[in-house]
């Protein structure tokens, strides 16, 4: 029996026993996908840190968000004193000023990440 044959009969008569993955902490740097992973769909369309494209459906959403936690306060913490309606009209315009403000933040935001992009290359 050759040496190849000899290990060949060694792996297959006693084979390694299949470690549990190693649990990650979050400090560690993220891992790589293969590319077979990443034809599968599964995980976020951009990388970490990458902007997205300004959306005015998501600064809306963030905007009806903070109107909400804004109404609250107005209503319950700081006791201004008005009527619902005056708060609610208040908080509509601060929903406003801010899906506006986050919609020039992102537009700002992705039009110098696509600078910055367009000078390395």
């Known amino acids: 029996m050759s040496k190849k044959a000899t290990r060949r009969a060694a792996r297959e008569a006693f084979p390694k026993a ?7 902490s979050r400090l560690d740097p993220p ?4 590319s077979s992973a990443k034809r599968k769909g599964g ?4 990388r970490p840190g990458t902007p997205k494209p300004p959306s005015i459906k998501r600064s809306v959403i963030t905007g009806v968000i903070m ?10 913490a700081f006791k201004v004193g008005g009527t619902i309606g005056y708060n609610l009209l208040i ?14 933040t992102d537009h700002f ?4 990440y696509l600078k910055k992009k367009a000078a390395s290359k």
């Open 18 to 24: 299949k470690t549990p993955p190693a649990r990650r």
């Open 31 to 34: 891992q790589r996908r293969s």
């Open 91 to 104: 908080a509509f315009i601060g929903l406003i000023i801010f899906a506006g403000a986050v919609y020039g």
């Open 43 to 46: 995980g976020p369309a951009t």
């Open 67 to 76: 109107a909400a936690l804004y109404f609250v306060m107005i209503q319950y």
């Open 109 to 112: 935001r992705y039009r110098r």
